[in-house]
């Protein structure tokens, strides 16, 4: 049985690993710097964003922290903040990794992982309210799905992206679970779409079948200007470059499209987030209480300390909250690498600790 | 003909890509925080240095930027600086990357490529002789080989150690080409002795057949301390940390030493400078001279520029300086990956152009 | 009539003015080290705070936020963070003078200025829950007088600093108005109980008679040994540094003290104290209501847009909130060079427009 | 007997200390923020500029250091450095100041403190080598007078501008010493000419005859929307900010100029300039060599040992070097405050020690 503990647990999907195993022999320019298969990536992201050349760069990062630093010290200046949820991962889960540029996470009051432009407003309008005197916010930061696992909609995400252009602020979209929320059931935004309505975003890897990187797209022409110097400066350039071209190349190759025309980068997710719904219909079934919402690939459950130091044994899945009943939230998450049977291993547990 | 670009042109070497594909569905637990490949590789480590656990840490970074950053910024308080060449990589390379964390390199006049003693004081003397005015010393940097391919023996590194010692500074060895150097026809220092000499060194992966990785071993308590959270905040920390054990694991198993007993990690290294040595001397007897004195896998030359471009169309040498009297200094550099035909064919090259 | 907008509207208290003046002729060592003035001022505040030489620094700053940023930095390591209130003067007032140096304030959700042990233990819990992957809390910070005038209590004050060494914190109080709040009427803390209690704090001098000036009182080791050096590095040291210790021992020094044998420091802030009290407890009188609790020279009232508009003209109070119900929330600030009739002034004004 | 240590022992000039006093009891807006001393300051200081209002900001810091953090750190963006000698303040003397904001100083090899094109060039030819890879030459720092007392001619300092601009730099100009290059003998530069050629510069006030205070002039469209930000998060912004404007009106004010017309700022840098003028006159005549060549207030001399002790003794000169056949090189500074007597009695004891 595979644990369903996070969407990182194993190495590679196997057509990605296959590719980096085919192209190991080759010799290339380092750096992301123009070897084949980087510039492969990035025209074939780019078709997919519906992007021209001149509108905006694809570069690659190792992974979702130096991703996330590296835009948005290239997107802020010193004196400069960014607007987000108080449970973003650039405010919880990265060590003080922004502040470390000299650039400040903003926190709203948004208890469900959306930023929400009142939200937005109130946090602009005190932080404008004394001039030089505070941290001036210039970007927001949304991640999609959410840190709770949330989809967000087509509503929603112009909804802020109107009040952050509005007020002259560029829109920064971690995607480090984008495919899985492109593929969730809840889904009405297309990758399009978002590539002409945020400044910069990355497609996400590490948590979609790569070893690792992200794929940033990146319109904002500040962040442009600065990416390739603050990526280097911020030690996150890779010598072996081809490695990040090779996995997207190999995730987005229509060569690799399956009978129904999709390629890995949306099979792998669309996968994973189909035993995640048939997790979570499959609990409250039986009487298992979710804990917000969420249709893709990461399941949260309130659930008793007893069920708790169960299905941690059996998957390995982490406690993110005690609640004020005792009882413990939950996370399941499901990735390329689950299995059906894994579903219904849990499934089958989860009826005898009901 | 392979490049003899550099030695980060290819993927993995052999027995270490299998290491990868071999492990590929195991689950393991992320961020090198306790995966089976990841421990074993510390262990395995600690017992080429005779290091016992409780004497140093063994961490694994993914490249060779983001380990000098994370391991200067963890030796040095704010205000201090590290003493090193002035062409060191620290100096030169990184985009300024170091002073990013707000420390400073405090470069000497060295111009060969070591770091001595009589420079270090130099230095010292001038930079603590007005007290809280200036940027405190409080490290040294010193790169084995040097950025021009040189080896340090045990008296030089020995020399500059009981210096910076002596002064109270602390020793960093940034280990890129470590491999080279230890597996040199000129070293005369071992493993064991680095590692119980200097406060905190590396291990090159990236250079030395691996996708990326370096091992970093701190014996510096104040790095010790500090380098979990660092790697962390400085966007350096891999979510896959297993494939970093897995690369580091292969290369060190005695498992897959060959008949003389010595594993990937030295002998890919051995076979690089072999080849290297073999193009010196045939350069050398060809008339060809040599920039520098290199007993390691990069090889310097002043040729004519006619010369370079023909060596840069065959084998993509870079070219590192224009001389005075308008010959360009190349730089050739071998590889696990190089073959003795690529060397035969650059020296019949060179035997057509000389 | 004077304004009562803030207590740095004017230059310095008359004695401390005249101290510049007399000693404006003398030729000083600069920096603050070593002039006599300086020193002289470091022995009346190690006396006044029952320290003796080798248990503390004492050091000046030319202000606030120069003051904060270096006292903090110096007490966290970069990956550290300092447990303070949201409405911190270093989360809300500084532009992120804290973050530039890539140090992160983590703040509770006290609502009344006053750090409390259960809210910081609470952060505590949370950004300990994840090890290396958060922003470690080191510190915290306190301010007395709280931003909304509020005075602590010495039981208040132990509880939070023996939860911060519980936990191996350590406490720094932002003292910009610790005059105002040892004077108060309902102080019951001495200056030396807090220097022997926190780990670093500082006399403000700005907001109580002086030109600009903070002294910093450290037992802190790790700050100790920082301070000099970061404060040249944060651009915090004065040339000219007998300005600063000229002022702190006029306004110290027991010659200058009144018949009851107060030395100016305290008379002056006691001074304003008096008035603010006058002018709360005329206004409660007259029926408007207090915003909050203040017995110190800030005093905060919720009153109609059309009182907020009268007093502003008068004497330029500032304000702070709107209220829900659209009353807005004004300040009054008494300072050294307040004077009763500024007060009766008012109250005649407030009973107008009441 | 004054000491001839250096221009910053005294309090400030009976001038503007008098405007101190006189506007002490005035009750202004803080932070430099539209209180009237400050917008007259700035108007005077535009009106020396022949500048009008939308070309350029004046904004007043409390000293060098601050000053030149806040400049280069709005000047130059994270991955960007700037050129400068190897003696320049902001790579010897500030404790790594400028590094601590992330940016680089790319010191030259230029011996005399005088940055020229040539070398320049050669920096700037060398740190765009490798583009992303290198620290980015993005603005030049000069001094006048130099950290040696040299002072710029307009041939020389146009030829650097000129440089700067072609390669798209902009050009910081220290001024901590302008008022005494331009009052030099050998100065042919005016205010006017400056401002209109370089991109930033200050005036310094802590060396001429201030309590504190440079005023700075921006022409630089990136710093002018920077400089407000970075002042308060540099901790470099004054809340008593009037002090600063008070000085600088007092020091420019036209009501304050002598019979010649000329304004305090001016003439009492002339009186320094004059008294070192006659202190290296009747070195020179006596037989003592003069270090470099200076004509503003501070004059370097090469001494014998015995003759260091007695000038330090003396008028507490400080040694800078220590030359290879033994002798030291001792400063003298003169200041407004410094009087003939002065350079009489000094002249007597260099007599007797000859």
């Not at 969407?7 to 980096?20: K, M, R, V």
């Not at 492109?182 to 399009?192: H, I, P, R, V």
């Not at 949306?266 to 249709?295: K, T």
């Amino acid at each position: 049985m595979h644990m369903l503990r996070n969407d990182y647990s194993e190495g590679a999907a196997p057509q990605i690993l296959q590719a980096l195993v085919d192209t190991n022999a080759e010799q290339c320019v380092g750096y992301t710097e123009g070897d084949p298969h980087c510039e492969r990536a990035r025209k074939l992201i780019r078709e997919a964003c519906g992007l021209l050349e001149d509108e905006a760069d694809v570069e690659f990062c190792v992974g979702g922290t130096s991703a996330n630093v590296i835009a948005l010290s290239g997107m802020l200046r010193d004196w400069e903040g960014v607007i987000c949820t108080p449970d973003a991962h650039i405010v919880v889960h990265e060590t003080g990794a922004l502040a470390a540029t000299g650039r400040t996470p903003l926190p709203t009051r948004d208890a469900d992982g959306f930023l929400s432009p009142a939200e937005a407003e109130r946090v602009w309008r005190f932080q404008t309210s004394t001039g030089r005197h505070m941290t001036r916010p210039a970007a927001v930061y949304v991640t999609d799905t959410t840190e709770v696992g949330g989809v967000w909609t087509r509503e929603r995400l112009d909804a802020i992206c109107d009040w952050a252009h509005g007020h002259g602020l560029t829109v920064f979209l971690d995607g480090a679970r984008l495919a899985s929320a492109l593929t969730s059931s809840e889904n009405d935004l297309t990758l399009e779409h978002i590539a002409h309505t945020v400044d910069a975003f990355y497609l996400g890897g590490t948590k979609n079948g790569m070893l690792f990187g992200e794929a940033m797209v990146i319109r904002d022409p500040r962040l442009r200007e600065a990416f390739p110097y603050l990526q280097k400066e911020r030690g996150g350039l890779m010598a072996k470059g081809r490695l990040l071209g090779v996995q997207f190349e190999a995730a987005l190759d229509p060569a690799n499209a399956d009978q129904g025309g999709e390629v890995p980068y949306w099979r792998l997710a669309r996968h994973a987030n189909a035993l995640a719904g048939q997790l979570r219909d499959g609990l409250v079934a039986l009487g298992y209480e979710p804990y917000g919402h969420s249709a893709s690939n990461q399941q949260f459950f309130a659930v008793t300390p007893e069920q708790q130091a169960a299905f941690e044994q059996a998957v390995g899945c982490e406690t993110f909250y005690v609640l004020d009943d005792g009882r413990r939230v939950v996370r399941f998450v499901t990735s390329w690498a689950s299995e059906e049977q894994d579903v219904l291993d849990l499934l089958a547990l989860a009826k005898r600790v009901a």
